[in-house]
């Protein structure tokens, strides 16, 4: 591979590539900075548009990631946010970048400007103007023409969350602030403790401990498997995240989609609280192992509701509902 490759992710121009075994450790512009093994490029060339751009966007939210054979069995179901989440972490990334109130944010490489349609004489936005690579990975987007769409018509147009300056820059609004706020701020008036964990019968009795642990810190536990719904299981995880206090994330069988409801839940402002099974806690992402995980093991059950119960405690705080036990 030659600086002058292409990602395999984004197809973008690479800044930097390099030899290393079996692997190559990438910079891009568009994902960030990365190792991907060779087995694991040949496999994501068969991917989908969306797929792609999912794992564009996580790499660029873990950056010096390893991208081998065996992450692709989660990563290839990363779960696609919805556009208010792709907002959600433009907006997010953008306000922790850009601090400044009224600070004015290149995000277009040329000005964009309204032009005036021969057939329906009605105003319509410029669409072929590019923005940065970077931005499209942060608002995990598939290309430009859905990023414009999301930035024009749903962010600054219909939710007022940023206004365009001069063309190509912009600024986040009053109303934009406030939003972001709330975001950081997450769900104080809650009573539910969220849990992400795997959907199997090896840890069902590790899911009661927790949810006893919950329970004893005064707060209602929450799992979507357990929970009668009529939509689509992925809205409905979202709206459970929103409407929680906290998160518990289990990573015992290192599921893709336990990784990325503590991530939306970090995003939202929620505190997260890290669990793991001694005998998998090896295993898991590196980027993870820098927050303080609660270990437990299959046939110490009792000491696992007993130490999520203090840690939410020493953490949250005493919730106000009582303990069944």
């Given at each position: 591979?030659?600086?002058?490759?292409?990602?395999?992710?984004?197809?973008?121009?690479?800044?930097?590539?390099s030899?290393?075994?079996?692997?190559?450790?990438?910079?891009?512009?568009?994902?960030?900075?990365?190792?991907?093994?060779?087995?694991?490029?040949?496999?994501?060339?068969?991917?989908?548009?969306?797929?792609?751009?999912?794992?564009?966007?996580?790499i660029?939210?873990?950056?010096?990631?390893?991208?081998?054979?065996?992450?692709?069995?989660?990563?290839n179901?990363?779960?696609?946010?919805?556009?208010?989440?792709?907002?959600?972490?433009?907006?997010?990334?953008?306000?922790?970048?850009?601090?400044?109130?009224g600070?004015?944010?290149?995000?277009?490489?040329?000005?964009?400007?309204?032009?005036?349609?021969?057939?329906?004489?009605?105003?319509?936005?410029?669409?072929?103007?590019?923005?940065?690579?970077?931005?499209?990975?942060?608002?995990?987007?598939?290309?430009?023409?859905?990023?414009?769409?999301?930035?024009?018509?749903?962010?600054?147009?219909?939710?007022?969350?940023?206004?365009?300056?001069?063309?190509?820059?912009?600024?986040?609004?009053?109303?934009?602030?406030?939003?972001?706020?709330?975001?950081?701020?997450?769900?104080?008036?809650?009573?539910?403790?969220?849990?992400?964990?795997?959907?199997?019968?090896?840890?069902?009795?590790?899911?009661?401990?927790?949810?006893?642990?919950?329970?004893?810190?005064?707060?209602?536990?929450?799992?979507?498997?357990?929970?009668?719904?009529?939509?689509?299981?992925?809205?409905?995880?979202?709206?459970?995240?929103?409407?929680?206090k906290?998160?518990?994330?289990?990573?015992?069988?290192?599921?893709?989609?336990?990784?990325?409801?503590?991530?939306?839940?970090?995003?939202?402002?929620?505190?997260v609280?890290?669990?793991?099974?001694?005998?998998?806690?090896?295993?898991?992402?590196?980027?993870?192992?820098?927050?303080?995980?609660?270990?437990?093991?299959?046939?110490?059950?009792?000491?696992?509701?007993?130490?999520?119960?203090?840690?939410?405690?020493?953490?949250i705080?005493?919730?106000?509902?009582?303990?069944?036990?």
């Amino acid at each position: 591979m030659t600086p002058r490759s292409t990602c395999k992710i984004c197809e973008s121009e690479l800044v930097e590539a390099s030899r290393s075994g079996n692997s190559s450790r990438i910079k891009c512009p568009r994902c960030g900075e990365y190792c991907l093994g060779d087995l694991a490029a040949h496999e994501i060339s068969f991917w989908t548009p969306q797929q792609k751009s999912n794992l564009s966007g996580w790499i660029r939210e873990n950056q010096g990631s390893k991208i081998f054979e065996k992450e692709l069995n989660w990563l290839n179901h990363l779960p696609t946010p919805t556009v208010g989440e792709k907002a959600d972490k433009l907006l997010l990334w953008l306000s922790h970048n850009y601090p400044k109130a009224g600070m004015e944010i290149q995000v277009f490489t040329e000005p964009i400007c309204q032009f005036v349609s021969s057939e329906e004489g009605k105003p319509r936005t410029k669409m072929n103007a590019s923005t940065k690579p970077e931005f499209l990975a942060r608002s995990w987007t598939q290309d430009t023409e859905e990023f414009l769409y999301l930035f024009l018509e749903y962010a600054a147009k219909e939710k007022r969350y940023v206004e365009i300056i001069n063309g190509s820059f912009c600024r986040i609004t009053p109303t934009g602030w406030f939003y972001i706020d709330s975001l950081r701020q997450g769900n104080p008036q809650s009573q539910i403790g969220f849990i992400a964990m795997w959907f199997n019968t090896e840890v069902n009795d590790a899911w009661k401990a927790i949810d006893r642990g919950i329970g004893n810190a005064g707060y209602e536990a929450l799992r979507i498997d357990q929970k009668q719904h009529n939509n689509k299981i992925d809205d409905e995880i979202v709206a459970g995240i929103r409407r929680s206090k906290f998160l518990v994330a289990d990573f015992t069988g290192h599921r893709g989609g336990v990784y990325f409801e503590a991530g939306m839940a970090m995003g939202l402002g929620l505190p997260v609280i890290w669990l793991c099974r001694h005998d998998h806690l090896k295993e898991i992402h590196f980027d993870t192992r820098q927050y303080n995980f609660i270990v437990w093991d299959a046939d110490r059950l009792d000491d696992l509701s007993k130490a999520l119960k203090n840690r939410i405690e020493a953490t949250i705080g005493r919730g106000p509902l009582q303990s069944a036990t």
